[in-house]
């Protein structure tokens, strides 16, 4: 009998599946990639049918399930599902599945990784997340706060934010603080006492002016995550991987941050068929990733 096939089955309610993750996918080493695109609540069962019911046990861990799309509460709400349907059978039906939505998950995962090899333990440490209620934004904030720090999420109006706030609180059991940023005064407000400061909003919008975050010492640690000028943090090239700059702190920025979420994506893909039944959340994404930074 020919080798089984590594099937990796990409869920997405998006139109069009990721491109992106589609080649990550086969990069990583998947035989194939199957597009399950405009997926809705109602087809999850089928799904995880198709999946669990096509191989005999030991070939299970040849299939697994990736969770895309722009969205990561519905994300989320596609992983409580299928965790759902395997609980209603057999233990040995199983197959891993991996939530990525929008890559939050492992942009985050990077970017938190640069940041904690930059500065140590985070314990104690206060962050603010630029525009932060978009699915990165969320991300690496759920994980800074998981690591000890007090979190700020801004956002242009202050009930999006307090949303976003609500919403992590509910799921992930984190505090993070909304806070209202629209002007260079709020922004001021909103970095001038933090440790570190992550820029995640949309591409060409910058958010942090040097002439503003130059003037907070206590700012140990800059990161941004757009990668198109004009960058969200004005001074941070998105080449920097730690850099320091003349009066100590620590830049990082966007190619830096995506080459390490590369590298963990495909790390991500390939632990999927290592065994069947693996679900690899955010947490395990960042605990990928983390390893991964630790190799010479």
Sequence with gaps: MPEMKKILVYISPE???????????????????????????????????????TRGSSGRKNTAIFIGGPDVNKGEEFMSAILKIFGELPPEFRVSVVA????????????????????????????TILAGTGPVGQSIAIILAREGCRVKITSRKLEK??????????????DAMPFEAKDDRTIEKAVSDADIVVATGPEKITLLPQRIWTKYPRIKVLADVNAVPPYGIEGIDP???RKKTVDGRTT????????????????????LFEEKGQILDLWKIYEITQAISEKP
Excluded at 252 to 267: C, F, M, V, Y
């Design 15 to 53: 139109k069009y599946s990721s491109l992106f993750d589609l080649i990550l996918g086969y990069d990583a080493g998947a035989d194939v990639v199957v597009p399950y695109s405009d997926t809705s609540d109602q087809d999850i069962r089928d799904v995880v049918y198709s999946c669990v019911y």
């Design 100 to 127: 990525d939505p929008h890559g939050a998950h492992t942009t985050s995962s990077a970017c938190a990784v640069k940041i904690k090899d930059a500065l140590g333990s985070l314990k104690g440490l206060s962050a």
């Design 161 to 174: 934010a307090k949303k976003v706030c609500r919403i992590i609180k509910e799921k992930y059991k984190v």
């Design 239 to 241: 080449r920097d991987d």
């Design 252 to 271: 990082i920025g966007a190619l830096s941050i995506g080459s390490l979420k590369i590298r963990a994506h495909h790390r991500m893909v390939e632990k």
